[in-house]
């Protein structure tokens, strides 16, 4: 990381401190007039989880029997989600008065130990979750509650409220921000006295909207999660100032109405999000929620922020067709990484975001062997920076790409010059998705073009005289169950839902299972799975590796997934 980078870091810790710390002390009596809107679905389970003192924050496991949530140490994305109170939805998902008095309890604790701007919760983006969650959850944890104590958390919530109003700019550009500007939003429709922030707070949502999403619906990281919790955001500003009667900047529609097809786009035929570029899931029901609270029912023809959807029958498939964003801070060297769901059950996947468990788990899912694509062993498509500088540089910056319609299938062709200049090639990959869904076809090109390109591709083969070593990965996700079959010759994969599909290829020296990891959100640790490992040397000036992936014969075009997440028949 660059000195003027560490040095505007600390600056703005500093002034978030100073800040906190004015806006802990003002003198305040607000009331509390907000509807009962919860920012999130709670989730029972973890609620129960909670009141017996030993539960998961940001994958991470607490014990606390019998104690406050706030005495265990946590590492930072577990205090992260500590301090953001999100734990409040789960609380309110039991909804007795053990629950609740859980919670009365906890926020109260907090208000004693940092209530006056102290501890690491003041943070803008941060405090905006925290203000959205006691204000979503408001008539649950007020309910019973002494008059000085409720009066106590109204007035902490405004205070938290004031230091939006100040600090809101403090919030790095994107989603920090924009949950900065809708907590400053929230707490000005809901607390008496806060009034004078509405106006300019949704005016600096409109514009920092308008500035951010592109006119096809795209932010600057790629980040499939991310756009899909703007939107939820935007639709629920729009949704509670609207219930207010107060008039809403046309912007706000306008940016929803850019990003609804786009996210449409980067639907999986289970429903989850493409995991992409720091990207989870998301939760079970969270994008059909927003597209529907959008009302936007367009959908986006050709590529959706840099991604290439073809989808046929129960098939989806999603690959990264553009340049990675070297400047975002989870970008991920995925060029041309690929994700295959079939139905509810996601079968070909990328590893994941693997930043909550940790900076060597976070570095790893970010590099090309974590993606389903192919690498060059030793070189990922796109490498971190000098000096700890943890954006991509040297990453392609020509991804020229088509897609067609033919007889038989949707196809996708797309290349990069990701290791153009290290070894003189570029990587070519297209993707054939059968009409009927029923099979994939991939082929892998590594290729010398021009003179120059075999210049710098023979230097290289004379470092390694046996030639460029290369494997193309696929990633299974830990519910498909894989093995070698036919004398090593195919792999078959069985999904939970009955399906068998059967992995073939050509021109690879060996096909291979190897162990793979799959990183998620809300997990303890990563969760063991596999991947089909195709490897080989690229010993001439084209080398080109073929494979295909299709149902077995017998697997019927409709079947009913009786899997414990199921929802019904496919």
Request: aromatic fraction near 6%; hydrophobic fraction near 45%; include cysteine.
């Amino acid at each position: 990381m660059s000195r003027a980078r560490r040095w505007d870091e600390r600056r703005a810790r500093l002034l978030d401190r100073a800040h906190a710390r004015i806006a802990g002390r003002a003198r305040l009596s607000p009331a509390f007039k907000a509807p009962d809107d919860p920012l999130g679905s709670g989730r029972f389970a973890e609620g129960r989880r909670l009141l017996s003192g030993a539960f998961r924050l940001a994958g991470a496991e607490v014990s606390a029997p019998g104690d406050s949530i706030w005495a265990p140490p946590l590492a930072p994305p577990a205090e992260e989600e500590r301090q953001s109170c999100r734990w409040l939805d789960d609380l309110a998902a039991v909804g007795d008065i053990a629950a609740r008095a859980r919670a009365q309890e906890w926020v109260g604790d907090w208000i004693t130990r940092y209530g006056h701007g102290a501890g690491p919760g003041w943070r803008a983006d941060l405090v905006g979750r925290r203000v959205m969650h006691w204000i979503g959850q408001a008539h649950f944890l007020l309910r019973g509650i002494a008059p000085e104590a409720g009066a106590r958390i109204t007035r902490s919530a405004a205070r938290q409220v004031l230091f939006l109003a100040r600090r809101w700019r403090g919030a790095p550009a994107g989603l920090p921000r924009i949950e900065a500007l809708c907590g400053l939003i929230e707490g000005a429709l809901a607390l008496g006295g806060m009034e004078r922030h509405l106006d300019p707070a949704l005016a600096a949502l409109s514009g920092h909207l308008a500035a951010l999403i592109d006119r096809e619906g795209a932010i600057p990281s790629r980040n499939p999660e991310e756009l899909c919790a703007i939107l939820m955001l935007v639709n629920r500003v729009m949704r509670r100032a609207g219930a207010a009667g107060h008039a809403l900047p046309a912007a706000l529609d306008e940016a929803r109405q850019r990003m609804a097809p786009t996210l449409r786009a980067l639907r999986h035929a289970d429903g989850g999000l493409a995991r992409f570029h720091g990207g989870g899931r998301g939760a079970d029901g969270m994008l059909d929620s927003a597209l529907a609270d959008s009302g936007c029912r367009s959908r986006r023809e050709g590529l959706a922020m840099g991604f290439a959807r073809l989808a046929a029958g129960r098939s989806s498939v999603i690959m990264d067709a553009a340049p990675p964003p070297v400047g975002a801070p989870n970008a991920h060297a995925a060029t041309l990484a690929f994700e295959l769901t079939s139905g509810r059950r996601p079968v070909i996947v990328n590893c994941g975001n693997g930043g909550i468990f940790g900076p060597d788990w976070a570095r790893a899912g970010r590099a090309t062997a974590s993606q389903s694509v192919l690498g060059i062993d030793g070189f990922s498509s796109a490498r971190f920076g000098s000096d700890g500088d943890e954006r991509l540089s040297e990453a392609p910056d020509t991804v020229p790409g088509e897609a067609a319609l033919t007889a038989t299938s949707h196809r996708m062709g797309a290349a990069h010059n990701g290791w153009q200049r290290t070894h003189g090639l570029m990587y070519a990959r297209t993707l054939d998705l059968t009409l009927d869904g029923r099979a994939l076809t991939g082929e892998e090109l590594l290729i010398a073009l021009r003179d120059q390109d075999r210049a710098r591709f023979d230097r290289a083969l004379s470092v390694t005289p046996g030639g460029i070593a290369f494997s193309v990965r696929f990633h299974l996700h830990p519910e498909a169950e894989a093995m070698l079959d036919l004398g090593g010759s195919a792999v078959s994969i069985a999904l939970k839902s009955g399906e068998v599909w059967v992995f073939r290829q050509d021109g690879a020296e060996n096909m291979a299972l190897a162990p793979s990891v799959w990183l998620e959100a809300g997990r303890a640790a990563p969760r063991a799975t596999q991947q089909v490992v195709l490897s080989g040397r690229a010993m001439a000036y084209a080398t080109r590796v073929r494979w295909s992936l299709a149902k077995a014969q017998d697997t019927p075009n409709a079947l009913r997934d009786l899997g414990p997440d199921s929802a019904g028949e496919e």
